[in-house]
């Protein structure tokens, strides 16, 4: 198993930007991707955005693409979601995961979770 710790979240203005940390500890050596998810109140979970650990090739929702980015450190095992032009439509709680197994298809089956991430944008 994988344990991870997001960090980062916090009050920020419309248009502005915020980086989200997710550093991964325990079984690291074994994750193949990590993802990030996020929840608004009343509203189901949604995929933001994945990235492979070894290739570093991402996928990322329309919502969001253009405007936030995945990238990892992997002498770290940390994986960041930096989000600019920020929308108040992006306020939710950020969770990033982990999966163990190889995948096409990156927007699902996460085997590890973090406790989330509050992230509010005020118009």
């Known amino acids: 198993q994988v344990q991870l710790v997001e960090s980062g979240g916090g009050l920020v203005q419309a248009g502005g930007s915020l980086r989200l940390s997710c550093a991964a500890s325990?079984?690291?050596?074994?994750?193949?991707?990590m993802a990030w998810f996020r929840q608004a109140p009343g509203k189901e979970r949604e995929f933001v955005g994945a990235?492979?650990?070894?290739?570093?090739?991402?996928d990322y929702a329309d919502s969001v693409k253009g405007r936030f980015t995945i990238f990892r450190d992997n002498a770290k095992n940390t994986g960041y979601l930096q989000m600019n032009t920020l929308k108040p439509e992006d306020t939710a709680t950020y969770y990033c995961?982990?999966?163990?197994?190889?995948?096409?298809?990156?927007?699902?089956?996460?085997?590890?979770w973090g406790q989330g991430t509050q992230v509010t944008v005020s118009s």
């Open positions: 990235i492979r650990w070894s290739t570093a090739s991402t």
């Open positions: 995961a982990a999966r163990n197994s190889p995948t096409y298809f990156l927007r699902n089956s996460y085997d590890s």
């Open positions: 325990g079984r690291t050596f074994s994750m193949y991707a």
